[in-house]
């Protein structure tokens, strides 16, 4: 009976508002400079802030961290092919357009990117439980991202994203 009523929490929670992925990036997000290094892993790196958040939700919640199945999910395609060119429109409008449309591509790029969460959240559900730890998880999870990627950092950087990542203990 416990088991039903915990599985229909987790049902329901991948068509909240609110699940548990996107309230742990808003989160994480707002704390210290997360939203700044994140965006520069963006701009410069050519990382996905979801996927960055995502991997660090998964290894506190001691869930493994598996890069391949996250970048054949829709929701990583949904990233590259709504929310990217979301944001470009809005860098755009943001030179060009008036403030008002601005703000509304703005809530448009973030609606897209609650979605592509709400598709992680749900895909994660499938994920198997993993106890290496919070700081090893994130550290294995970004190699194999970056290296699927082609990309590869500094181990300073590494250091960063796993303390941006880790989740704030203070609401």
């Not at 598709?119 to 198997?128: A, I, K, R, V």
């Amino acid at each position: 009976m416990v088991a039903r009523d915990n599985s229909r929490a987790e049902h329901n929670a991948t068509k909240a508002e609110d699940n548990p992925l996107w309230i742990y990036a808003l989160k994480q997000y707002k704390h210290d400079n997360c939203a700044q290094f994140l965006i520069q892993a963006q701009d410069e790196l050519g990382l996905d802030v979801n996927v960055l958040l995502l991997i660090g939700w998964l290894a506190a919640n001691n869930l493994k961290v598996d890069i391949r199945a996250i970048m054949h999910a829709n929701a990583y395609d949904w990233q590259q092919n709504i929310v990217k060119p979301l944001r470009k429109i809005r860098r755009q409008a943001k030179e060009y357009g008036p403030e008002d449309f601005y703000q509304q591509i703005l809530a448009l790029e973030l609606s897209a990117e609650k979605q592509q969460l709400q598709g992680f959240y749900q895909l994660s559900l499938s994920f198997e439980q993993d106890q290496q730890g919070f700081e090893l998880a994130v550290k294995t999870g970004c190699e194999e991202y970056l290296k699927l990627q082609e990309k590869s950092l500094e181990e300073g950087w590494l250091q960063a994203l796993i303390e941006h990542l880790q989740p704030n203990k203070l609401d």
